[in-house]
């Protein structure tokens, strides 16, 4: 690939030139300093990949993008900065990766690699949509087919991922067993229509026949398909559960790809958590002991136990200065406790800070949203996003994985759309959608219904539970009986920094009950009340959880 350079900071290109000189395929043609020069070159030679600084004086990297592309629209832009603040307008522009200075020989390693397999499939002009109905482009326009069994057998050809397709099993597959022993009058005429259809967009070389056989060229092709099975992870979060939906014979496949993807997108564990064991509604994700914190001579939580199983939504009450926060502010890492143990899957561990929180899974949906709202939707998700090998940013790759998640857990989003012109409910789907692209396991939802409308608090509701569904577990915050009492599974009361109630509701308040007991005298909470003795004050001791 012919590259080309361009930096202010002549010591840059330098370094940069040095750690990838012995890179194969890569040939450095040009490195400039002047934007205008390296415009000017473009415009007389081939190139195909810009490495492009983007705080530059005068034109800067995002100009100078626009103009190359103008030049040779499938150039590959990289943009590379030492100011993450430029983050955002690189993804406007749509640029293809960015990396942070300083980088490193594996950072441009890892983008040069990507370069390459972009370039790859520019390259092809086949391609094969498997996910869903089956569909095959050339030079990006569809393919109309003579016939629907010479399209099916084209889907069948491809299946065989450059295996040979026997006469056998083509008849088998696209007429059925019954047929399979009778005369080859529909196959032969199905093998003319495919070959006359493949001659009407210059496409003959892909196909091998053979005596009593067909096989796809699978090297001059590209497909979503074949890119799953590479392990690329924008084709896993494409693959929704449907696969060459028109054919029968394809069925089979659709389960052995949605093992895959449960085992590909799957989140690596972070350090200091075990991964999820079969029978997780038993396990016990989070459990705080004996947890107190102090400011002076006041204590905001007083030997607090407070614990959350996976799949559960545990309620928080109290009033106005009952503690939740401060204890909230614990678990989140804002607030350090003065006393007490934090356990995550079992093991102990330290937060120090809300990005430590972040990567042992805890996420929190603050009752004022946390969005910035000159951004969209799509850019509020990935701000400071950390997980990027490189570091560059694809904008694409990320939209897939946003939309996938959405569409998981019923997340309505249009990430195009500026903060400003979505609805409160939207706003807070954002700041879900935020939290589980982060890889939280614990969501803490703070009065997520103080702002909603009643049938906004209906979709929260369908959210959570299809959310516990899965094995993730929510803290729930809110001062409405009602509420409380249809989602919760278990409830923890606090009073002046102190535990008085805990346990279940009980009759017919259940989670899905959708009505409370309002008879006079009948008591809410059903729940184990504390008898110990009361401390200083009169304010009660703890109890022990369920």
């Known amino acids: 690939m012919k590259t080309i350079l361009v930096d202010d900071m002549l010591l840059d290109l330098q370094l940069f030139e040095l750690k990838c000189a012995d890179m194969p395929d890569f040939e450095i043609v040009g490195k400039f300093t002047n934007p205008d020069q390296a415009i000017a070159y473009a415009a007389g030679h081939v190139v195909d990949f810009a490495l492009l600084d983007i705080d530059m004086p005068g034109m800067n990297g995002m100009e100078l993008a626009q103009r190359l592309r103008q030049i040779r629209r499938d150039i590959i832009i990289v943009f590379a900065t030492a100011h993450p603040k430029f983050a955002v307008d690189a993804l406007r522009m ?22 390459k397999l972009l370039r ?11 996910f869903g109905a089956f569909d095959m482009l050339v030079d990006g326009e569809p393919v109309r087919f003579r016939s629907a069994k010479a ?17 056998h099993e083509i008849v088998e597959c696209l007429w059925g067993e019954e047929t399979a ?86 989140p690596p564990v972070p350090a200091g958590r075990k991964p999820i064991k079969e029978g997780w509604k ?50 989140i890492g804002l607030y350090q406790p003065t006393e007490g143990t934090i356990y995550l899957d079992g093991k102990k561990v330290r937060i120090d800070s809300p990005a430590q929180a972040v990567k042992l899974g805890i996420g929190m949906v603050h009752q004022h949203f946390m969005l910035v709202e000159a951004m969209t939707v799509f850019e509020n998700i990935i701000l400071g996003d950390r997980n990027t090998k490189g570091v560059f940013i694809d904008r694409e790759a990320r939209k897939k994985e946003i939309q996938a998640l959405s569409a998981r857990y019923g997340l309505d989003a249009e990430l195009d759309k500026p903060i400003t012109e979505i609805s409160v409910g939207a706003q807070q789907r954002v700041e879900i959608l935020k939290a589980l692209y982060r890889g939280a396991e614990l969501l803490i939802l703070d009065e997520p219904s103080a702002a909603l409308t009643d049938m906004e608090v209906e979709g929260l509701f369908d959210i959570m539970r299809k ?22 599974d278990r409830i923890t009361i606090l009073r002046a920094g102190r535990t008085v109630l805990h346990g279940k509701p009980g009759g017919n308040h259940r989670r899905g009950a959708g009505q409370s007991d309002d008879r006079p005298g009948a008591d809410p909470f059903p729940l184990r ?8 004050g009169g304010v009660p001791g703890k109890g022990g959880l369920p």
């Open 181 to 266: 022993g009778a005369d080859s009058t529909g196959y032969r005429r199905t093998i003319k229509e495919l070959t006359d259809t493949l001659r009407d967009y210059a496409a003959e070389e892909l196909i091998l026949r053979a005596r009593g056989s067909l096989q796809l060229r699978l090297e001059l092709v590209d497909s979503d398909y074949q890119r799953f099975l590479d392990g690329d992870p924008d084709a896993v979060c494409q693959f929704q559960g449907s696969f060459l939906r028109q054919y029968s014979w394809a069925e089979p496949m659709v389960y052995t790809l949605q093992e895959k993807k449960a085992a590909d997108a799957r």
């Open 120 to 130: 790859r499939r520019q390259n092809k002009r086949f391609f094969f949509r498997t």
């Open 467 to 488: 959310l516990t569904g899965e094995g993730k577990s929510i803290i729930f915050i809110s001062h409405k009986m009602r509420e409380v009492l249809r989602i919760s």
């Open 282 to 331: 038993l396990d016990e994700f989070l459990r705080m002991e004996h947890v107190s914190k102090r400011f002076g001579d006041f204590y905001a939580n007083k030997d607090i136990d407070f614990s959350v199983r996976r799949g559960e939504v545990h309620t928080l009450l109290g009033e106005n200065g009952a503690g939740k926060s401060t204890l909230m502010n614990v678990l």
């Open 94 to 115: 749509k640029a293809d990766y960015m990396i942070f200075k300083p980088f490193d020989r594996e950072d441009i390693a890892d983008v040069m690699e990507r370069a």
């Open 529 to 536: 009340k504390d008898h110990r003795a009361r401390g200083a």
């Open 151 to 167: 399209k099916e057998l084209m889907a069948l050809c491809l299946y065989r991922q450059g295996c040979p397709a026997s006469i």
